[in-house]
């Protein structure tokens, strides 16, 4: 507990963490203990639903129209009110530029009228925190965020400072199943449909031969969903019915193993022996099932954060800040 405390010593009681940087409307109330006294998330999923993927510009006014009483509801119902918040910790990057900037302005602006320190937090921070919110305590570790913009492996040292070991080149995890989702015609956002329709599947698998070559650098999600969109393109215009179980159980085998192989081949010679994995993604069942079976194997410890704190919510905004992640400096 370094960023927080050292700003607001004694002071430190209640943090209200907020979270604006995508489609979710999100705060939350955090005792310095990490305890989550509330957590509020207004989902603009059906909204955006209808358009096929988040409209940047609806989710601004929509981050507007809802940011007040989402807070106000969070200060509710940790049982405390507005001048019990001794800091506001606030998403500020990335995201969509509209919406982080709702967020943005509307915690600054509380925290000076409260006259409380403002923290400003990285997204990524928070995921990597979210672990934290089930109570597990760890010093040096490999983080893996996957999420609907990133696929990245960090290192994590004792004091909280964050070095990227590597990160997509091309399309994230997320936004790959998010795409394959589409062309199936199935509804946003595509990776909880696509899982699920996955794991109803138990037959042969397609081979979409859009392997990457691993031993590079960088994850790479770019070939295997055109492989896939190339498949369905061409089943179609054969005027062949498509199997939507057999196509979202084989695109997610091979987008899985893809993290399977990169997190293998960096812990089996690392003397970290502790996998945390989070973001959107994480809430997979077969990325989890999957990650768990081969950590095991070579002895390497892996958590997951619980589902509610899977997706973008505030809870891990205010936890990276109470923890004091930050990104190595370079
Ligand atoms: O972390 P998140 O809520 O937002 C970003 O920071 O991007 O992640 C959203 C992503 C979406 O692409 C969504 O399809 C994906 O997480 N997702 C899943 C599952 N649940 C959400 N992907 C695969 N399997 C799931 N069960
Ligand atoms: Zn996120």
């Known amino acids: ?31 310095e203990d990490l305890h989550v006294l509330a957590n509020v998330v207004l989902s603009q999923i059906d909204i955006h639903k209808e358009f096929g993927g988040v409209v940047p510009e609806i989710a601004s006014r929509n981050h507007v129209k809802g940011i007040d009483k989402v807070v106000q509801a969070a200060i509710r119902e940790a049982g405390i009110e507005l001048k019990d918040v001794s800091v506001v910790a606030t998403t500020v990057e990335p995201g969509l530029p509209g919406a982080v900037m709702v967020g943005r302005v509307f915690g600054e ?22 672990i934290a919110l089930t109570g597990e305590r760890f010093k040096e570790h490999i983080a893996l965020v996957v999420s609907g913009g990133h696929t990245s492996l960090y290192d994590v040292d004792a004091n909280g400072i964050v070095t990227e070991i590597e990160r997509t080149v091309d399309d994230a995890i997320g936004e790959a199943f998010d795409k394959v989702a589409r062309v199936m015609g199935l509804e946003y956002p595509g990776g909880p449909v696509i899982s699920k329709l996955a794991d109803e599947y138990m037959g042969e698998l397609i081979n979409f031969v859009a392997r990457p070559n691993y031993k590079i650098k960088g994850f790479s999600y770019s070939g295997l969903k055109t492989a896939v969109l190339n498949y369905i393109n061409r089943e179609q215009m054969a005027g062949r019915q498509i199997d939507k179980r057999k196509i979202a159980a084989s695109f997610q085998v091979e987008a899985v193993e893809q993290i399977i192989y990169k997190c293998l081949r960096l812990l089996k010679d690392s003397k970290i022996k502790v996998l945390t994995v989070s973001g959107g993604v994480s809430a997979n069942k077969h990325l989890r099932n999957r990650l768990a079976e081969e950590c095991r ?9 619980e589902m509610k704190y899977t997706g973008d919510n505030a809870a891990m905004i205010a936890a990276s800040a109470i923890i004091g992640l930050k990104f190595k400096v370079t």
Do not use: W
């Not at 405390?5 to 004694?10: H, R, S």
């Not at 602006?109 to 979210?130: E, M, W, Y």
């Open 1 to 31: 507990m370094v960023a927080v405390a050292e700003q607001v010593g004694e002071k430190m009681k209640y943090i209200l963490g907020i979270e604006t940087s995508c489609d979710e409307t999100a705060a939350a109330v955090l005792g």
């Open 109 to 130: 602006a509380l925290a000076v009228a409260l006259g409380v320190p403002f923290i400003r937090v990285h997204h990524i921070l928070g995921h990597i925190a979210s």
């Open 297 to 305: 194997n070579i002895g390497v410890k892996v958590y997951f954060p």
